[in-house]
């Protein structure tokens, strides 16, 4: 029987000083960074800078903030944002692909195990003999010699395991977690914009059909207008060129009329790629305007740092580049493999697994770097470097967020101060075309002056239009800005 040699080192005793140096993490522990936060919002609702929301809310739902604008046709386009939306689908993918990234680094805190099988056919022996026998092999190949064929089979199982003395696997686990979490803030965040773009571009949509209305009401107008004046003309009492300036001016009523369905049917296409269709897939039904306009509440500065998606995502990179910092400090520290493999030879496999022809073997194996000309120690510095870009984007994602809440905070105190100065122009206007009809009628007033009152007119009912269409798509940037409900405690925990 083949003789095997045992080796025998005092791996019992570096397994004792693994697990003693086992609790030993180098690098940086993590600090969350200060951020620059203020005491209060500067336009915030109050007595002092002469505004209150229209329409406070005192929560907004979770699941379905978009919902406080009570309409059935933008909360069913929503939901199906999470469902079809394809750049939220790609953040979703990214996330998985962190998280199984996470599950690659923990295994390797366990050993890594082996099956190998190998099999060897030798032959040893002189051919130069007269008397040389042939001897054939169970491979049907032939030898001719004094000699013999000697057949190996050799399973092994081994076993092999880096102990974690310095926390370098932890580390890498650290910061693959965090960037597992900076993943699932970013589909949040992804979610989040494409929500809010769907239902920006809904009130935009929503805006050309009331946009629509009010163009079919001014060429009904302008044909009002046109008939009168051609009734005038047959009776002698104005020239033909007021017949030609009213059919110029329904002429151009028309035009923008048909103008407005092309933003309108955009808008409607900008919807469909948001929900993950095709444009000719979607067409949303022309319906009177919801003149909902909701503020969210603010709360206090120091809550948006947990609410924004985004700040949640910066902050879980600086910890995650953090992390990184400690996985290069490990590489000053040496490196320690333990080993061991049993296994079977034998040159007949049915005698292959007795206990007589069995092997094994164990091992320590200790690695340190003497000199790398500042590799090392280059590469802590280009972490820390990394690490504190991720301090400044982090930062800088805060004051982004604040100044995002400040702009339309002011926005909805100043169009909110401006919608009674617009309704009452309307109004006023209306007015003015009225009387200027029935005086055009009576001949006290020529056309001219018809024409620029019916220009007013439809000129302050378009302001009106657009000063909802502004303080609305201010309400939903601002529940944007502030995380749409959304906090850092939905983040995963590994």
């Not at 049907?140 to 000699?147: D, E």
């Not at 001016?249 to 103008?259: M, R």
Request: net charge negative; aromatic share 8%.
């Amino acid at each position: 029987m083949t003789s095997h040699r045992i080796v025998r080192t005092s791996s019992a005793t570096v397994l004792a000083a693994a697990t003693a140096l086992s609790a030993c993490t180098v690098g940086p522990n993590y600090v969350r960074p200060s951020a620059p936060t203020p005491t209060h919002f500067k336009e915030g609702p109050s007595a002092e800078n002469g505004w209150a929301p229209a329409q406070p809310m005192d929560g907004i739902d979770k699941g379905a903030w978009w919902s406080i604008f009570k309409d059935p046709v933008l909360d069913g386009l929503e939901r199906r944002v999470v469902i079809n939306n394809q750049t939220v689908k790609q953040a979703e993918a990214n996330y998985r692909a962190a998280r199984d990234l996470t599950a690659v680094a923990r295994a390797s805190f366990f050993p890594t195990a082996t099956l190998t099988g190998q099999a060897t056919q030798s032959y040893s022996g002189s051919r130069s003999s007269s008397s040389a026998l042939t001897t054939t092999t169970p491979s049907g190949q032939a030898y001719v010699g004094n000699g013999a064929v000697t057949n190996t089979y050799t399973p092994t199982v081994g076993l092999s395991w880096a102990p974690d003395l310095w926390g370098k696997i932890r580390r890498q686990v650290e910061s693959d977690v965090a960037s597992a979490q900076s993943d699932a803030a970013t589909l949040a965040n992804a979610t989040l914009s494409a929500q809010a773009e769907l239902a920006t571009d809904y009130v935009n949509l929503r805006i050309m059909d009331e946009e629509k209305r009010l163009y079919d009401k001014e060429v009904t107008a302008y044909q009002r207008t046109l008939t009168i004046t051609q009734n005038q003309y047959k009776s002698g009492t104005v020239a033909a060129v007021n017949v030609i300036s009213a059919q110029s001016s329904l002429l151009t009523a028309q035009a923008q009329d048909k103008n407005v369905e092309v933003a309108r049917q955009q808008y409607e296409h900008a919807i469909a790629m948001l929900v993950g269709v095709a444009p000719a897939e979607l067409t949303i039904t022309p319906v009177p305007l919801t003149k909902v306009i909701p503020v969210a509440p603010t709360d206090v500065p120091a809550t948006l740092l947990q609410r924004r998606p985004d700040i949640a995502a910066a902050e879980r990179t600086m910890k995650a580049d953090n992390a990184l910092v400690g996985v290069q400090v490990a590489a000053y520290y040496p490196s320690i493999t333990l080993s061991g493999s049993y296994g079977f030879s034998a040159s007949n496999l049915s005698q292959l697994f007795n206990a007589a022809n069995s092997f094994w073997s164990y091992g320590a194996s200790a690695s340190e770097t003497l000199l790398d000309f500042g590799a090392r120690q280059n590469s802590i510095r280009q972490a820390k470097a990394i690490y504190d870009a991720a301090v400044a984007s982090y930062r800088q994602t805060v004051l982004t967020a604040f100044q995002g809440v400040e702009d339309e905070l002011v926005a909805l105190r100043v169009y909110q101060s401006e919608e009674k100065i617009l309704d009452e122009a309307a109004a006023q206007a209306e007015r003015a075309v009225e009387l200027y009809i029935n005086e055009y009628k009576a001949g006290t007033v020529d056309y001219t002056t018809v024409v620029t009152a019916e220009a007013t007119a439809l000129s302050a009912d378009l302001q009106v239009i657009t000063l909802l269409q502004e303080r609305q798509t201010a309400s939903i940037a601002l529940i944007e800005d502030l995380g749409g409900g959304w906090t850092d405690a939905d983040l995963p925990k590994r």
